[in-house]
């Protein structure tokens, strides 16, 4: 596999910084849903994500010794970010992210606070207000969002420095299904980094985002649940970075009329 | 006679059992094999953090989850 390396064409180093964190990588994967636990970890190693995504689950192995999956993950080079996914009220995810810091030790928590079950679609109102009670308790909350500007602005608002907006709805790998709104969504929050999170199911779902201007993209089910998870994790490292790197160079605009890209000067004459 | 000497019932990740009343979380968890690093507990829906572990006892008829590092997204 290719060693992803992320230097834009200047030759200096893209960083970027989340609540104080500076990182290399734009991808944040999950954990989730790999044929194994060993392609999961070669999946991680491989797409260069220096945070993966994990939860808090029922103790499975009734004090048998340490979680398997624990022992997978612990020595990746990577930052753990606990979710509370399946948490539906603001009392369930601000108890579950007070666990997951005590487990975890760490302030970062993923805030999923589920609305409805059928779109997995986050409760702005509950999520709002989650975030609240969490940034003020000192956790470095992502949350879990839509596209609406006023719930964005809200949870900045709240604390929030760092806002994860789905492409559409959790494992459904439709891309951005509201690209209007998303761009909206990027213009008016210029200084806070966003982060693309569900949704995505092709490297060029994350090309598109990327050159949007989005700082990240965090994805999991288009990679564990790919034929071939691990060479699926280096193409959507690879295209992260080949979206940013377009991003960086300046697109061109599209426009109607089409303007031949070989000169005239020199035509000749056959006809 | 103390009363946490008596037998109490609880729910650990939903299933009931029976435990020594005088035995506070800390030991709980030790015998029941947990290591104390890689599990995070709630009783009654409320956050424990390992800081209260020694001091907390259970009582009758609490529910106890137990969670434990897992895969997400």
Not at chain 1, 33 to 56: C, F, K, N, W
Not at chain 1, 59 to 70: I, K, L, N, Y
Not at chain 1, 119 to 146: H, I, K, N, S, W
Not at chain 1, 188 to 202: E, K, S, Y
């Amino acid at each position: 596999m290719t060693n992803i390396k992320h230097e834009i064409n200047n030759g200096s180093e893209d960083l970027w910084t989340v609540y104080g964190t500076t990182l290399q990588s734009r991808l944040f994967l999950g954990t989730a849903g790999y044929p194994s636990l060993d392609v999961m970890r070669h999946a991680i190693e491989t797409s260069g994500a220096q945070v993966i995504t994990v939860s808090l689950r029922r103790e499975q192995a009734h004090g048998s010794g340490t979680s398997p999956f624990w022992t997978f993950i612990k020595d990746l080079p990577a930052r753990i970010l606990p979710n509370t996914a399946g948490c539906r009220t603001v009392k369930e995810a601000v108890t579950t992210a007070h666990m997951a810091r005590d487990l975890f030790d760490t302030p970062w928590i993923k805030l999923e606070v589920i609305g409805d079950d059928y779109t997995l679609q986050p409760d702005p109102f509950a999520l709002v207000e989650a975030a609240r009670v969490l940034c003020l308790e000192g956790f470095e909350v992502f949350p879990y969002t839509t596209d609406d500007l006023i719930v964005g602005q809200k949870l900045v608002d709240a604390g929030c420095r760092v806002l994860m907006p789905w492409a559409s709805p959790i494992g459904t790998g439709r891309g951005l299904a509201n690209p209007s709104a998303l761009a909206a969504m990027r213009q008016r929050f210029a200084t806070i980094p966003l982060v693309i999170d569900a949704g995505i199911g092709r490297p060029s779902h994350g090309v598109i985002a990327m050159e949007m201007g989005f700082d990240g993209l965090l994805l999991n089910t288009a990679v564990a649940r790919a034929a071939k998870p691990i060479p699926m994790a280096e193409s959507f490292a690879l295209a992260v970075k080949a979206g940013r790197q377009g991003f960086l160079s300046g697109l061109m605009e599209p426009r109607y009329g089409a303007v031949p890209s070989t000169p005239d000067l020199g035509l000749p004459y056959l006809r | 006679m103390n009363e946490r000497l008596d037998p109490i019932q609880v729910a650990i990740n939903g299933k009931k059992q029976s435990l020594e009343g005088s035995t506070n979380l800390a030991e709980i968890l030790k015998k029941m094999g947990y290591e104390s690093s890689l599990v995070a507990i709630a009783v009654n829906e409320e956050f424990v953090p390992k800081g209260r572990w020694q001091s907390f006892y259970l009582k009758n008829g609490d529910r106890l989850e137990v969670l434990a590092p897992m895969v997400g997204g």
